[in-house]
């Protein structure tokens, strides 16, 4: 398509000579605008991507794809209902957990919180929890007076393996002068990262049975979370579920209606970042037309002559894409690489920047994680590059048109 003469034009016209910089360094510019648009926008989806993939895994991690909740009243029997509910295909894990609201006091620091209580096998199930214990064992998760505690809690409240915490719940006992909230001191027996600040401030640990006697229920649970093989084909289990238990004092929900909210806007986040930062892209594209008018300008007499030596017009409409897609080329082909490079090297890259200039960039109280996640999703940076690709050669077709409609005879009458 492209012959050995206009390959030449056109990398001598890529190449600046004395007089003729000018319109090279718009050119050079123009790459590098195209480079940094690509770069960013792969960089802020494969952020993107990893925000939404670690919350999810973190949230569904901690609290199930789906649980099961008593109407108005904790469940009874859980121990044949989860049994039943792990007869269901798909589901890999049904944890009984009685759960009450607490005020929690060690000192002088006092905070309100959640008793989560679970057995010990459960615990261990759990890999977003048992696989981020920082202190302790959960070996000694067990007796009437253990708790575990969250890295974030155990930092405010100065608590260490071994430490009294106590615990305040609402639900007491009914006595002449009223109810009586219960109030009992437990010790810390391990602490954890969970990865999720709210829930390593807030929550407290507890070995089910002790747990049911704090929160007065005796032989029943709040809920039974369950994990299944797939998060995102939960529907089909959620159902499944639903018909095997089928008793209208239990309700069955799935994450994408307890979560779904959060993770939605999560989505439309991601879409919108996507619009906005193609801008960048159309704006480098439009600084290609720029400089191939400035080099169709400045070409005119070059122009004239080539026509008059018998260049035809789709030999110089060629010779001008061929500079246009040089420059939206190479800009795409350098910025998909540095967007790729500074993915797979983001973590390092934040904490030299943290050392650097000692601030925290990334504070899990308002971000949720405690990390910058990224996650490289072929088909996008694939997309990214197509779209790069277009915008730069469309932005290459009026420049090259103008240039092939030049009149010789005009272009050379005033030289």
Request: with cysteine; proline share 4%.
């Amino acid at each position: 398509m492209f012959g050995r003469f206009e390959r030449a034009v056109a990398g001598r016209y890529l190449r600046a000579r004395r007089g003729e910089r000018f319109v090279s360094i718009i050119a050079v510019f123009s790459l590098i605008g195209i480079a940094l648009g690509v770069a960013t926008l792969i960089i802020v989806m494969a952020v993107m991507n990893g925000f939404k993939a670690d919350l999810m895994n973190r949230f569904l991690g901690l609290n199930g794809d789906l649980s099961v909740f008593g109407l108005g009243q904790p469940i009874t029997q859980y121990e044949d209902t989860a049994a039943a509910i792990r007869q269901v295909p798909g589901v890999r894990q049904a944890v009984p957990i009685a759960e009450g609201t607490v005020l929690m006091q060690a000192g002088s620091y006092s905070s309100g919180g959640v008793v989560r209580g679970m057995t010990a096998p459960d615990l261990k199930g759990l890999t977003a929890l048992s696989s981020g214990l920082e202190a302790g064992s959960w070996a000694n998760f067990e007796g009437d007076d253990a708790v575990a505690v969250g890295t974030t809690l155990a930092a405010h409240a100065g608590l260490q393996v071994g430490s009294k915490v106590t615990l305040l719940s609402p639900n007491g006992q009914a006595t002449p002068f009223g109810t009586m909230p219960r109030i009992r001191g437990y010790h810390v027996v391990a602490i954890f990262d969970a990865g999720v600040n709210d829930y390593d401030s807030s929550v407290v640990l507890m070995p089910l049975a002790s747990a049911q006697r704090f929160l007065l229920m005796p032989n029943a649970v709040s809920m039974i979370q369950i994990s299944t093989a797939d998060p995102l084909t939960v529907g089909p289990v959620t159902r499944a579920i639903a018909q095997r238990l089928q008793d209208p004092r239990l309700r069955v929900l799935d994450w994408t209606q307890s979560n779904n909210a959060f993770l939605g806007a999560v989505t439309v986040e991601q879409n919108v970042m996507f619009l906005i930062l193609t801008l960048i892209i159309l704006v480098a594209a439009f600084n290609v037309i720029s400089s191939l008018i400035m080099m169709v300008k400045d070409k005119t007499r070059d122009i004239a002559v080539l026509r008059t030596l018998g260049a035809g017009r789709g030999a110089i409409m060629r010779i001008f894409l061929m500079c246009g897609a040089f420059v939206g080329v190479s800009g795409t082909m350098a910025g998909t690489a540095l967007g790729i490079v500074f993915c797979l090297n983001i973590e390092r890259i934040r904490v030299a920047l943290q050392k650097l200039t000692g601030t925290n960039l990334f504070n899990p109280e308002v971000y949720y994680l405690e990390h910058l996640p990224a996650k490289l999703v072929w088909s996008q940076v694939i997309e990214v590059v197509a779209m790069a690709l277009v915008l730069s050669l469309l932005a290459t077709l009026y420049p090259s048109w103008r240039a092939a409609k030049t009149d010789p005879i005009e272009a050379l009458r005033h030289e």
